[in-house]
């Protein structure tokens, strides 16, 4: 070995460490996927989870601006696509409506935050330096339901990747073609942003057994479930960490001080929206009787349709609740399918929403209806009206809102109610960020008390302590 050779300058052996760096950053995702043939949708949950796994190992080697720009590319490249995302996502579950799909995918795209979220904490004094950061779990299995499903997928995406984690989803396999395109386009544009392949995966056959074996694979770190009561059940019986945003039934309470046109305006716009499917959506009105007439002919003008005769009512009434239970099949239907299943005459313009008056003790008031149908009962007074709307609310943990301008009542229903979501004079969708301050999420973790989520949630928060010094005070 000549003298030449055996010699390296401090700058050459910067670039041949860096350059080793960055084959091992990229070098395995690439062969794996030459060797496995899969990519994004997998044919087995296993190789779907242990490609995922390969792909955090990889991902937490890289710097938190490629978490960034893998959401800025999200953001960006998705943006174009809200449209047919919302046409394909009305044509194959059957429910909701395009205009507010648009809407929705919009405000997750948009308002979803991301890395920024993350924000590090420190103590300093005379003994040293804490830290706090938020460092990713791994892979989690995130369970989309078919009511949001594109909206959920792309808000999950960009909260758990900005929090440094993989994702395997398990979409509602009412909605599986939409959500399969939807993934495999987010996991090539992350490939393409940060050369890390499978960050998110599923599988080519969403169903229920196989969203049960991800439940139970040893490689999933956290379940995130966006869905029903009997899954999130499942899934807090699995043994794993699991974040459960589960069902709700809003409440929305009008005081005889509320601003009654607005109020109106309000439940009109947040109950119709995408056919009331979004879980925050108001799902029944207790209005204290003094001002009740004046709300249902406010509503009338906004364009919901008042159904009071009695007859029609019964008919209304028995074509959405059969045996104590909502008719799966009118979920998320447009009001004139509901009218029509009712035998019902609908309007040549047709309605947004259907109003009924109802009992307090009413199925309809008591059962979350997710249908462009809303009960309305009348309380003799605020503290009767308090009553009915924690009994609606039923302890979900969900949300409500309230109209009023007496500012001691909203305090004392907003503390009592214990909601996730609390919205006083505004629309239920206001509480997700859309036309009011706050971010955006569509996945809220009721029974397990996270509330709206975002990056942070889907982290471990960890401490580092630094024994003497750091402190500069
Ligand atoms: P759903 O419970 O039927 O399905 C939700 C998810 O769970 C789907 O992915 C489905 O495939 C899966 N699932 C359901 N039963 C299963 C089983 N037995 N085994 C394995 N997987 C199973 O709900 P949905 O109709 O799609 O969505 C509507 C429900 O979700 C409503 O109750 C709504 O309130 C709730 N939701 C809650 C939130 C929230 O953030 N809290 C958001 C959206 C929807």
């Known amino acids: 070995m000549s003298d030449q050779s055996s010699t390296i300058s401090s700058e050459q052996l910067e670039g041949l460490i860096r350059s080793i760096l960055s084959e091992k950053l990229t070098a395995p995702a690439q062969s794996q996927t030459a060797a496995s043939g899969d990519v994004a949708i997998f044919a087995d949950v296993d190789s779907a989870i242990r490609a995922a796994r390969q792909a955090y190992l990889q991902y937490h080697q890289l710097p938190l601006k490629c978490r960034s720009a893998i959401i800025t590319a999200i953001r960006e490249q998705l943006a174009d696509d ?10 194959e579950t059957g429910m909701g409506n395009v205009g507010d799909k648009i809407l929705k995918n919009r405000l997750a795209l948009e308002k979803t935050p991301g890395v920024e979220d993350l924000k590090t904490t420190a103590l300093t004094g005379d003994d040293g330096m804490v830290l706090f950061e938020y460092s990713p779990f791994g892979v989690i299995g995130s369970i989309t339901p078919s009511t949001n499903p594109t909206e959920t997928i792309i808000n999950n995406s960009i909260s758990m990747l900005a929090a440094g984690n993989a ?16 993934i495999e386009k987010i996991e090539a544009l992350i490939y393409k942003t940060c050369g890390v ?31 029903g009561p009997a899954i999130v059940t499942m899934a807090l019986k699995s043994g794993k960490k ?43 009105v207790v209005v204290v009787d003094a001002v009740a007439d004046q709300l249902i002919a406010q509503m009338r003008e906004y364009g919901a349709l008042l159904i009071s005769e009695p007859q029609q009512v019964s008919a209304l009434k028995a074509a959405c609740v059969v045996d104590g239970k909502i ?8 009001p004139q399918v509901i009218l ?3 035998g019902l005459h609908c309007p040549a313009k047709a309605p947004k929403l259907l109003i009924v008056e109802t009992p307090a003790d009413d199925p309809l008031m008591m ?32 949300t409500a809102t309230m109209h009023s301008q007496n500012v001691s009542r909203l305090n004392k229903v907003a503390q009592l109610m214990q909601t996730s979501i609390f919205v006083k004079n505004g629309p239920s969708y206001a509480g997700i960020g859309y036309g009011a301050e706050g971010f955006n999420t569509f996945t809220i973790a009721t029974p397990t008390g996270e509330g709206t989520t975002s ?19």
Not at 167 to 182: C, E, Q, R, T, V
Not at 217 to 223: C, G, N, Q
Not at 327 to 334: P, V
């Open 167 to 182: 994702i395997y989803f398990s979409p509602h396999p009412g909605a599986k073609n939409l959500s399969i395109w939807l």
């Open 197 to 227: 392949r499978n960050l998110v995966v599923t599988v080519a056959e969403p169903s229920f057994d196989n969203t049960q074996k991800m439940m139970a694979h040893p490689d999933i770190a956290v379940l995130a479930v966006t869905g």
């Open 327 to 334: 008719n799966r099949k009118l979920i998320g239907k447009d």
């Open 242 to 284: 699991t974040i459960g945003a589960g069902a709700g039934n809003p409440p929305c309470l009008v005081d005889e001080t509320a601003e009654i046109v607005k109020a109106a305006q309000d439940i009109v716009s947040g109950a119709s929206l995408d056919n009331n499917l979004p879980c925050i959506a108001e799902k029944a």
């Open 367 to 398: 059962l979350e209806q997710l249908m462009p149908v809303l009960p309305i009962a009348r309380v003799a007074d605020f503290e009767q009206g308090l009553a009915l709307a924690l009994k609606v609310e039923g302890g979900l943990h969900h």
């Open 340 to 342: 029509q299943t009712a």
């Open 455 to 473: 990056a942070k949630t889907f982290c471990r928060l960890r401490r580092c302590t630094l024994t003497n010094g750091f402190s500069i005070r």
């Open 82 to 91: 809200v449209t047919q995302l919302a046409e394909q996502a009305v044509e």
